[in-house]
């Protein structure tokens, strides 16, 4: 293959609003072969290029050397060097991620960050290139397959998103190290890739090796399969919007489905994964949400980032972001009090000849009020006397007979004072706290504003 005519061929295919006259490319360099080799081609085109190079700081002298080899090659292109020294394990111990992880997620950020530099301002488009080739392309497939992330993950890598483009995946390895040998371009081999410990080297070094022994042109078949998949998944994520708009129905909480209609949904366990992965649910979890469409009223199951509930005919999605219980102190009378669900206005009144309330105000006997007041979410063995009765009663039956959901029934709060519920707020008045119209002068009107 001539490398050159076919990467000029496969730039006018896919990146042909891209040239050196509208362009300056800022290209990820490791040291490797394929970089190397996209440096030289992408200057042979004449590209306005500045090099990025991160050392992770990880295989000791050997970081050094990459780094060095690099800044070698930027003095004979005659091209910008940009530099980041990163303290990978120290960020991996900060966020609490794998190291590779946090290489991936330092390499990134900087790449994004360094297109703000003066030097990418002097034309109109900036990109970041990387040299990612049809070999991890193949890779990532596998990877994508034995891990089960569907059909979405089976389109390999992207030429293209996000101000990234890699213009290499249509090329093998192969290729590449003879365009490296015949060029006489000078590379290093990262020691990590000749170990199994990491799954894609385990591919690339045991896997792939015994499939070509079998199918000898797999790579090219597999390369093929990448473009069929990524067709097929246009009509799959089409098929997959019809279901969402049928079934997810926004709510004040998050979301509700159907569960009538959703046990409908054909096919069903892939209108079930594509519902649910967006909201944190495993592979492995899915089992379990299937079974919750049949369990108990108010069954919970939670992944991650979101809950699950059974509720009646419904299966309710709630963000655990908005589960954080609050607890706030009103010290004395003030006229607005903020708190999650909205704000409490109070006002002092002579008592009113004609009580026009609702469950979103109360009336309450100013002298029988004593601050500081508590603002706080419900608990288990709260109790009160609602309006109009006698006899105390739990809030966790109240609101199982206002037939609450499990949503609902948590974002209700109560107002308390001396460990004595005023108000279930929105809801019912504490019957302890009632005006009474003979002997009451001054009351506070209390309205809840959502």
Request: net charge positive.
């Amino acid at each position: 293959m001539d490398l050159l005519h076919a990467f000029q061929q496969e730039w006018e295919k896919k990146f042909s609003y891209l040239h050196p006259q509208n362009c300056t490319i800022l290209l990820a360099v490791s040291g490797g072969v394929d970089s190397m080799v996209l440096l030289d081609l992408l200057h042979k085109m004449g590209f306005t290029l500045a090099v990025a190079h991160v050392n992770f700081q990880l295989r000791g002298e050997e970081s050094y050397r990459d780094e060095r080899i690099v800044q070698e090659a930027t003095h004979h292109y005659q091209t910008k060097f940009f530099l980041n020294r990163a303290d990978t394990v120290k960020f991996a111990a900060t966020e609490k991620i794998s190291i590779q992880l946090a290489a991936r997620q330092l390499r990134y950020q900087w790449f994004y960050e360094l297109l703000s530099h003066s030097f990418f301002s002097e034309k109109p488009n900036a990109v970041i290139v990387t040299a990612h080739h049809a070999n991890d392309n193949i890779e990532t497939l596998l990877h994508h397959f034995f891990r089960g992330t569907g059909i979405e993950g089976l389109q390999g890598i992207p030429s293209e998103n996000t101000k990234i483009i890699r213009p290499l995946l249509f090329a093998f390895k192969k290729d590449i190290l003879a365009y490296a040998q015949q060029n006489h371009i000078r590379w290093v081999e990262d020691s990590s890739n000749a170990s199994d410990h990491y799954t894609r080297n385990f591919i690339r070094l045991q896997l792939l090796p015994i499939l070509l022994q079998q199918f000898p042109n797999i790579e090219t078949v597999l390369i093929e399969n990448i473009r069929r998949f990524s067709e097929a998944a246009g009509l799959y994520r089409q098929a997959i919007d019809l279901h969402r708009k049928k079934l997810l129905i926004p709510n004040k909480d998050g979301y509700q489905i159907p569960i009538a209609l959703f046990k409908k949904a054909i096919p069903f366990q892939t209108v079930l994964w594509e519902l649910c992965k967006p909201f944190g649910c495993t592979p492995q979890q899915m089992i379990a949400v299937a079974q919750l469409l049949d369990a108990q009223n108010g069954s919970i199951l939670q992944t991650p980032t979101h809950r699950f509930i059974r509720n009646r005919n419904w299966l309710l999605i709630q963000s655990l972001t908005e589960l954080a219980a609050d607890l706030i102190v009103i010290p004395a009378f003030i006229n607005h009090v903020d708190f999650a669900n909205g704000k409490l206005h109070f006002e002092q009144l002579k008592q009113p000849k004609n009580l026009q309330l609702s469950p979103e105000s109360i009336v309450v006997d100013e002298a029988a009020i004593q601050f500081p007041l508590i603002l706080r979410k419900w608990k288990t063995g709260d109790y009160f006397y609602p309006f109009g009765m006698q006899h105390r009663k739990k809030i966790s039956r109240f609101l199982i007979d206002l037939k609450l959901s499990v949503p609902e029934k948590e974002a209700v709060w109560v107002l308390e004072m001396n460990k004595k519920i005023i108000w279930v707020i929105g809801y019912r008045a504490d019957n302890r706290f009632r005006l009474c119209t003979t002997t009451s002068n001054n009351c506070i009107k209390i309205t809840y504003l959502k």
